[in-house]
């Protein structure tokens, strides 16, 4: 895809109301509430969602959130000045388990694969996310990716290309 990408770098491109779109969806807003803050159409938010989901190599909202994050696109400093403070006050999970299925919604995986990788159902993994989702306050995967990572009980650098 032509000008998806910086010549003299890897990182994707993003325009100026992409950049806010993205701000608005780790930020766990919905495509209406993003619409409506930035008085642009439902229609046009969903497509430059999937536009930015594209241009990051991205499987989903959360995934591409991860991405922009990783290659500085998005500043995970703005975005705790932006969170609500009652999302901020989680409590500390010390589970590896937690941390391992937040690492994999942060790496792009679907609900089937993160079961099968560790040996839980589909189901369990529907419930388990909507758990932890309702007890940080999340309003989705990629809002639960954002509040992980300012809690600190996810780490960007784990990431790593």
Request: glycine share 8%.
């Amino acid at each position: 895809m032509r000008g998806v990408h910086d010549r003299h770098s890897n990182i994707p491109i993003l325009g100026r109301r992409q950049l806010e779109i993205l701000v608005h969806t780790a930020l766990g807003h919905t495509c209406k509430d993003t619409a409506n803050a930035l008085g642009i159409s439902v229609n046009t938010v969903r497509k430059s969602v999937r536009i930015i989901i594209e241009k990051l190599g991205a499987t989903g909202r959360a995934h591409a959130v991860m991405l922009a994050l990783l290659r500085g696109l998005l500043d995970l400093e703005t975005l705790k000045d932006l969170a609500i403070p009652k999302e901020l006050e989680s409590s500390k999970k010390d589970t590896t388990v937690f941390e391992q299925v937040v690492t994999y919604v942060a790496q792009g995986y679907r609900n089937k694969e993160i079961g099968l990788a560790l040996n839980w159902s589909e189901q369990t993994v529907k419930n388990f996310l909507m758990s932890i989702s309702k007890e940080f306050g999340a309003r989705n995967r990629a809002h639960l990716i954002t509040l992980t990572l300012i809690s600190g009980l996810l780490d960007l650098e784990n990431f790593g290309f």
